[in-house]
């Protein structure tokens, strides 16, 4: 049996790699996946050994929180929030005193600072024993896992930096027998402000992680939301409102005019033309007749019918595609994320050599145990994380303002590192290739007219109606100039086909099927032309009178400008290109041969729940795919890509479970999309250099290893140090905006310059 579980509180991919294996463990479950970034666990069992409930039990051992019934969910970004909020309004005495610390010849400096140690104790207790519990959890969760990352650092460093500081107030307070400064100074060797403050920062950024986290899971949501709610059924010989979840199969169900269709049907009386675009993308209405099939939450277009439910809401295709989706979302493999990797080793390491600084120092040098604690803290806290926690937000925070201004919306640093590794586009056709807006593209004509005189013909009888067709023919006469002539004795067969006369001549425009059956013949040379444009998988109209068919005209979507050279730079940039199109094969090669992809490379004719095949089959030989979608039948191939991007349209859905929007619906923006990206990885990579570099070159100046050589970090610098391995991550982030070649590598070197240079002089200063 499966289970489908939502969790909350996992702040990292470790979190989740928890709970998956202590889950695999109990051998009465026999595979559960957990993942990160949508809160949710697909759990097969055996429920005749466990239960939903002992399941449940399983996670909170682990600390977290496990949901049957999403509606008892935790917004957990509205908690973060708070929390910011909370850290934010106690920590502003706190940044004022740093302010007095670093100028102290402002106003009133010595009026503030001998309250500073009072102060700040009372603000950094609240903070570490409220706001900094989850994080307690966390880093004894990590450690039940036998691993460490960022936050068990950070847990460290925050309790240490707190019980150093609160050990220095009291020995200040049995030393003086005062809780305030004597002599209009300040007390030293105090770093309450600087913990209470990271432990804010860090709060921030869990709400920024949590909000875009609940962003993409929405999007399953909204879609559900769209489904019809109610449907017309007939009970006792009259047709009732109820619910949807009600309708039984062989329900005989009543569809009006623009309704979306509740289950999946077949028609049982009278004839419909429906609107599937919802679902297969595609402009044009298809018209149906008695026992044809339709998918549910398709649209009724011109006027009612009567259904025959075969399958119950749950059975739908809709449902199936929201149900497929949750599971490829869960089964996804996790993102790793740099900073958890790296510090897995280098948590352990710091903690390491702080316990050997103080052994080394108090009993082998025999030094008083306030200095060796002193310089074991300032091992920690000059190793302190937060330049590796920084590395990839601010970049990705410059990356997303880069972004948006050539108009692409990205969601979360996860598509950075997703799009830097894309070798494979895959495109659906209609929207994302084509325009998706049916254009008239050829006009045969077989008699003594020309073409303005068809055109008068077809705009005049075309403009009675609204649709799709229609419009291609009155978007294009208006265009030329057009004169509308009256109509007469008009009328509209199958809300498609139609026929009037004008100036006392009757005309049709119909297809070859009333044709035939009106008797109207098709000479040898019309019947070439009209197959060559079927060929094209272009839809052919029929221009006749009473007896003889006068012209063909053909309706068909059209081909982007700009998409056949974005796919060609996509090509010379080695990145492969497929199609993938629920449409004809010869309409897909048509489409294909003007944009230049390969015949090996087009995969049409493929239903909405299939997609998710060709994808897996693509991603065997290309390993990194990214596709780029135009609506909700691709969710379930969008899930199992490596990276999904849609084009912009009237459709919430897309632009909240993408990871990246392109809002001008342009092929090239695909392109920008992934430069931004590699260069974005590449400014990463260098930040958590920078980070890693002043770390771990600073870990034994604090420890004062080479004190026989005068390089050592004086305990007051240590933490100013820390900070500053954060600033060069943050100007190194900013540099991405420079647009000019090799800039890159040329401000990685000016850098290592300037901060070695710093480095070099505050560890002379002894």
Not at 84 to 110: A, Q
Request: net charge neutral.
């Amino acid at each position: 049996m499966k289970t489908k579980l939502s969790i909350s509180w996992m702040h990292c991919t470790s979190c989740s790699k928890l709970i998956e294996t202590t889950l695999n463990k109990n051998e009465f479950i026999t595979n559960a996946k957990v993942n990160f970034w949508n809160n949710k666990a697909l759990i097969e069992y055996d429920n005749s050994k466990i239960s939903n409930n002992e399941i449940i039990s399983i996670i909170k051992k682990t600390w977290y929180e496990a949901f049957e019934d999403e509606k008892l969910e935790v917004d957990e970004s509205k908690v973060w929030f708070k929390k910011t909020i909370f850290g934010f309004v106690l920590s502003i005495p706190l940044i004022i005193f740093m302010l007095y610390d670093f100028f102290p010849k402002l106003n009133y400096h010595d009026l503030f600072m001998p309250y500073m140690a009072i102060i700040s104790f009372i603000i950094a207790t609240i903070i570490q024993f409220t706001l900094w519990l989850a994080f307690y959890k966390w880093t004894f969760a990590a450690l039940h896992q036998k691993t460490a990352n960022m936050y068990t650092l950070i847990a460290i460093w925050t309790t240490t930096a707190y019980i150093y500081s609160l050990y220095s107030y009291v020995n200040y307070y049995l030393s003086n027998s005062s809780l305030i400064a004597l002599n209009w100074s300040k007390i030293e060797w105090i770093y309450f402000e600087v913990s209470a403050l990271l432990i804010t920062f860090v709060c921030f950024w869990k709400f920024l992680e949590t909000k875009s986290k609940a962003k993409t899971w929405d999007a399953i949501k909204k879609l559900m939301s769209l489904t019809p709610k109610t449907a017309f059924v007939k009970i006792d010989g009259t047709f009732q409102e109820i619910e949807i979840e009600k309708i039984k199969i062989w329900d005989i169900i009543l569809v009006k005019p623009w309704d979306k269709i509740p289950v999946d049907w077949k028609i049982i009386s009278w004839e419909a033309s429906i609107d599937e675009s919802m679902l297969t993308w595609e402009s044009m209405p298809v018209d149906k007749k008695i026992n044809d099939n339709v998918m549910a939450w398709t649209i009724n277009k011109f006027t009612s019918f009567e259904i025959l439910a075969t399958k119950i809401w749950a059975w739908t295709m809709l449902s199936q595609i929201i149900n497929l989706l949750e599971e490829a979302s869960i089964s996804k493999s996790d993102i790793e994320n740099f900073a958890d990797k790296i510090s897995k080793y280098f948590v352990p390491i710091v903690i390491l050599i702080s316990i050997l600084t103080f052994i080394i120092w108090y009993f082998l040098l025999n030094n008083d145990f306030e200095t060796s604690l002193l310089l074991a803290t300032s091992v920690v806290v000059i190793a302190c994380p937060c330049a590796l926690g920084l590395a990839t937000p601010t970049a990705v925070i410059v990356w997303t303002w880069i972004a948006a201004k050539s108009w692409i919306l990205i969601k979360w640093w996860q598509s950075l590192e997703k799009a830097s590794k894309i070798n494979a586009v895959a495109l659906d056709k209609t929207w994302t290739i084509t325009i998706w807006n049916p254009f008239l593209q050829d006009i045969k004509i077989f008699w003594d007219l020309d073409e303005k005189r068809v055109l008068e013909i077809s705009y005049s009888l075309e403009n009675n109606s609204n649709h799709p067709i229609s419009k291609a023919i009155i978007n294009y006469s208006k265009e030329k100039n057009i004169k509308l002539i009256n109509s007469e004795n008009f009328k509209i067969i199958n809300w498609k086909w139609i026929f009037g006369d004008i100036e006392k001549v009757k005309y049709f425009i119909w297809n070859l099927s009333l044709v035939n059956e009106n008797n109207i013949s098709v000479p040898d040379n019309i019947s070439k032309i009209y197959n060559e444009l079927l060929s094209e998988w272009k839809t052919v109209l029929f221009l006749t009178d009473d007896n003889k068919i006068l012209a063909l005209l053909s309706v068909s979507d059209k081909v982007k400008e700009s998409s056949k050279k974005a796919i060609k730079m996509m090509q010379s940039m080695w990145i492969e290109v497929f199609m993938i199109t629920w449409d004809n094969k010869n309409s897909a090669q048509f489409i294909a041969n003007q944009v230049w992809i390969k015949k090996e490379n087009i995969f049409a004719e493929v239903l909405p729940n299939e997609k998710w095949e060709v994808i897996s089959k693509i991603q065997k030989k290309w390993f990194n795919i990214a596709m780029v979608w135009d609506g909700i039948n691709d969710s379930i191939a969008m899930e199992l890509s490596n990276l999904w991007i849609s084009m912009w349209n009237w459709n919430d859905i897309a632009l909240e479970s993408s990871d990246m929007v392109l809002m001008k619906n342009d092929l090239f923006d695909i392109i920008s999309s992934i430069k931004i990206s590699k260069e974005t990885t590449l400014k990463i990579k260098q930040n958590l250099f920078f980070s890693l570099f002043y770390n771990s070159l600073w870990i034994p100046i604090a420890s004062w290893l080479f004190i026989s050589f005068w390089y050592l970090l004086k305990p007051e610098l240590a933490w100013l140090a820390m900070a500053l391995s954060s600033v060069s991550v943050v100007i190194n982030s900013l540099l991405l905006k420079v647009k000019i070649k090799y800039f890159s590598t040329i401000s990685l070197i000016l850098l290592l310059l300037i901060f070695t240079s710093i480095f070099i002089f505050f560890a002379s200063i002894n």
